[in-house]
């Protein structure tokens, strides 16, 4: 039994019933009751509830909080604005991001929509110690300009051949990041189930809320996607991160307090839709 349904609080207003996903509820002489089956512990019914009576079983009960418009309402128009001058930063302050900003950007990630409610993401956050998986990834990049155009595995990616050349030396002779951009962390979103379902739609979900919240918090993010093509391509990166069987580093993002200022939003193509 994954819900707790205090009987003395239900009306039998059947709310939970029309919302369930799994058709798991029912109303039986004026009172919710759950039937046989999977709860994927959604939380639906217990957001739906007018009068709070149902509760996901050892579900914290400070995570439950009442809809305010004041608190929880964003105008569209000022959301918009706010998702339209958001940057990718790649100068960053040599200032370290407090610990209660970094754990606000794991409750961003961990609120993120996921496939059945699945929740198989996991994070890695690296604050200290970045040279020698800095090192290691610019490296096989290195390696893997000098095979482009003889090895199949790397078509599609010749436009990075004189830049993976171009990093690798300017590390090592003048000490110059240009994969992590010398910001103080990196935050590292895993897929535990990359392969099923959703599983890469929902650490790229998740990526998203850490970027937008990063902004909201002052920070700046920016998506390290040579990193992620590295690992793929060297296996001791995985194992330098603890990363166990099966599991996959879906996006990578350089935090840190922004060395840039921008003054106003830019342009981007039109979309292109199809409406049928």
């Not at 003395?8 to 002489?29: F, I, K, Q, T």
């Not at 090895?151 to 990616?157: E, K």
């Not at 390290?224 to 690992?231: D, N, Y």
């Amino acid at each position: 039994m994954e819900l707790l349904i205090r009987q003395e609080n239900c009306v039998g207003c059947g709310a939970c019933v029309r919302d369930c996903l799994r058709d798991l509820l029912c109303v039986e002489a004026g009172k919710a009751r759950m039937k046989e089956g999977i709860c994927i512990r959604c939380g639906h019914c217990v957001a739906v509830c007018p009068t709070g009576a149902i509760r996901l079983k050892d579900g914290p009960e400070a995570e439950l909080v009442p809809y305010e418009p004041a608190a929880f309402d964003i105008p569209a128009e000022q959301l918009l604005n706010f998702m339209r001058f958001r940057r990718s930063i790649r100068q960053f302050q040599a200032k370290p991001v407090e610990r209660e900003k970094l754990d606000t950007l794991l409750e961003a990630a961990r609120y993120a929509p996921t496939g059945g409610n699945a929740q198989k993401n996991r994070y890695i956050l690296v604050e200290g110690g970045k040279d020698a998986l800095t090192e290691l990834t610019l490296k096989t990049l290195y390696d893997a300009a000098e095979r482009i155009g003889s090895d199949p595995a790397l078509r599609g990616v010749e436009r990075y051949r004189d830049k993976w050349r171009s990093m690798y030396p300017a590390w090592k002779e003048q000490g110059k990041d240009g994969l992590f951009y010398n910001a103080p962390c990196v935050l590292m979103v895993v897929s535990r189930a990359p392969r099923g379902g959703s599983g890469r739609l929902d650490a790229g979900l998740a990526s998203a809320n850490v970027e937008l919240m990063a902004h909201a918090l002052g920070l700046g993010a920016c998506y390290v996607g040579f990193f992620t093509m590295a690992a793929a391509m060297e296996p001791e990166l995985y194992r330098q991160l603890g990363l166990r069987e099966g599991e996959e580093v879906v996006s990578t993002l350089a935090l840190g307090y922004p060395n840039v200022r921008y003054r106003r939003t830019v342009n981007r193509n039109p979309a292109d839709v199809t409406r049928l």
